[in-house]
Nanobody, 115 residues
Framework: QVQLVESGGGLVQAGGSLRLSCVASPNTFRPKNMEWYRQAPGKQRELVAFSSDTSTYYADSVKGRFTISRDNAKNTVYLQMNSLKPDDTAVYYC??????????WGQGAQVTVSS
């Protein structure tokens, strides 16, 4: 059974930075796509960043501030978040999709940005 474990959330002041990590196990799992979503209170879950072997994508709201990166050897995806704003406050979820199109989710990491 594939499991994703997230870390790195927390409380930060506006303008600060955080880095989220998401590690997949077992290490025999080889995901095709790695993604980060977020869900703020009262809002729908939204795609923040996406990484495949050939492309990356960022939501307009985070372009230039967030960077997704992956270490395939470690089955890990990262989300570096800089210049954080109060509107970035949300629970952040990592998602990994297998080559057979199965989706696996992390447990969620709370990110709170104070003004």
């Amino acid at each position: 059974q594939v499991q994703l474990v997230e870390s790195g959330g927390g409380l930060v002041q506006a303008g600060g930075s955080l880095r989220l990590s998401c590690v997949a196990s077992p290490n025999t799992f080889r995901p095709k796509n790695m993604e980060w979503y977020r869900q703020a209170p009262g809002k729908q879950r939204e795609l923040v960043a996406f990484s495949s072997d050939t492309s990356t994508y960022y939501a307009d709201s985070v372009k230039g501030r967030f960077t997704i990166s992956r270490d395939n050897a470690k089955n890990t995806v990262y989300l570096q978040m800089n210049s954080l704003k109060p509107d970035d406050t949300a629970v952040y979820y990592c998602n990994m999709r297998s080559w057979s199109h199965d989706d696996f989710w992390g447990q969620g990491a709370q990110v709170t940005v104070s003004s």
